[in-house]
């Protein structure tokens, strides 16, 4: 088998701040798509067409 290297890893010591502001980012155009599906539902709700 080919040896790969492996080098030890210490659980919790990667740096994750990018990943972190990513999914918090992925997580406000989420939040953001909703609340306008809620309000164009609203809106033709309203509207009655």
Do not use: P, Y
């Not at 080919?2 to 997580?27: L, P, W, Y």
Request: hydrophobic share 55%; net charge neutral.
């Amino acid at each position: 088998m080919a040896d790969h290297n492996q080098v030890d890893h210490a659980h919790g010591s990667m740096d994750i701040r990018v990943q972190e502001k990513t999914f918090a980012g992925f997580i406000r155009v989420v939040t953001w798509t909703i609340v306008f599906c809620v309000v164009v539902l609203a809106f033709l709700g309203l509207a009655r067409t």
